[in-house]
């Protein structure tokens, strides 16, 4: 264990690099035979050599070195000294090395927090596909709907979706956006009608989503005319997560929103019908979220370039086949 003693005033980062410095240049001395022999090999005079040893002594309260003119040697104290800083400059050595690799090498553990659709409909793909290329680095994958606190929790990087980013002091990359809209199922739609106009919802089972940042009480509509508000004034059925809205619907609770990643699926096999297909509710835009611009780790830049090249795709294949759907769906008598 290595003391170092502060007292009011002094700066404790620069007193730890003093020692460190200290210690050093010590076993280099010790390890050359000389201090002349120490000073070439660090490109330093004898005198600064001298100087550091002899605070470093100081610091001690133990004399480490017997030196004369002529001639140079351990102490008692200074030999176990040397044993154990020697160990501990060999770890160190290593701690550094290691850290500078994850900085150019991905490695390790990566811990990805994602939202629920966002996760369960492209971002685990998205982590199957980058742990294969880069088989060094082990995946943590957590869902939920809220937004983690990234450094307490000990998250890389968190994929999120909503209209707005919540404050904070954390770095955000934008990856794409999808689409908010209204689905039903066939059978309800068979036993209830389907609307052709936003205030026929008035007569239908609304089911609500409570997303970040969006009041569930009302959907806002964008269309060729702009936006329209339609109210909700009560509803059967209100969840925060998009599978369980979406499990409601399918099973003909009645209408609700869900993002294009959510419900594009469900269109496909038909278990979901897109309903007021002319009007889009608000746009979810996906960020990826981490804690620094500074010093990112490999596996972290590479999973962010992975993700350009994976999820950003997905997110547009995804609003083309909605169109094409939409299309189909508007052609019919």
Not at 69 to 81: D, I, K, M, N, V
Not at 118 to 126: E, F, M
Not at 194 to 217: M, R
Not at 308 to 324: G, Q
Request: proline letters at 4%; charged letters at 20%; aromatic letters at 6%.
């Amino acid at each position: 264990m290595i003391g170092i003693a502060v007292s009011e005033g002094e700066n404790f980062g620069d007193k730890v690099m003093d020692t460190l410095e200290g210690i050093r240049t010590f076993v280099r001395v010790v390890e050359a035979g000389s201090f002349t022999a120490a000073a070439r090999q660090i490109d330093a005079s004898t005198a600064q050599v001298s100087r550091l040893i002899s605070a470093l002594e100081n610091r001690l309260q133990v004399r480490l070195l017997h030196r004369t003119t002529r001639h140079l040697a351990l102490s008692e104290s200074g030999h176990r000294y040397y044993e154990k800083v020697k160990a501990i400059l060999a770890d160190l050595d290593l701690a550094d090395a290691e850290a500078q690799r994850n900085l150019e090498r991905p490695a390790g553990t990566l811990r990805v927090h994602s939202v629920l659709g966002l996760g369960q409909s492209h971002v685990t793909d998205a982590v199957v596909a980058y742990q294969a290329a880069y088989p060094d680095v082990s995946v943590e994958l957590t869902m939920s709907q809220r937004v983690p606190s990234l450094v307490e929790e000990g998250y890389d990087i968190s994929m999120y979706a909503a209209t707005d980013l919540p404050d904070s002091a954390y770095v955000t990359q934008a990856f794409g956006s999808s689409q908010s809209i209204l689905v039903a199922s066939k059978e309800y739609l068979r036993r209830s009608g389907t609307p052709t106009k936003i205030s026929d919802l008035a007569g239908h089972a609304c089911l609500q989503l409570a997303l970040p940042n969006v009041s569930p009480e009302e959907w806002r509509f964008q269309g060729v005319e702009g936006e329209s508000v339609f109210r909700l004034v009560s509803s059967r059925f209100q969840t925060n997560l998009p599978d369980a809205l979406r499990l409601a619907v399918q099973s003909g609770m009645g209408i609700g929103p869900l993002a294009t990643y959510s419900a594009l699926e469900g269109i496909r096999r038909g278990s979901l019908v897109r309903v007021l297909p002319e009007y889009q509710l608000q746009t979810l835009n996906v960020y990826a979220i981490y804690p620094s611009k500074r010093y990112v780790d490999a596996k972290v830049r590479a999973f962010l370039q992975h993700l350009r090249s994976t999820l950003s795709p997905a997110l547009m294949s995804d609003k083309h086949d909605l169109d094409l759907f939409t299309l189909a769906h508007l052609k019919k008598p």
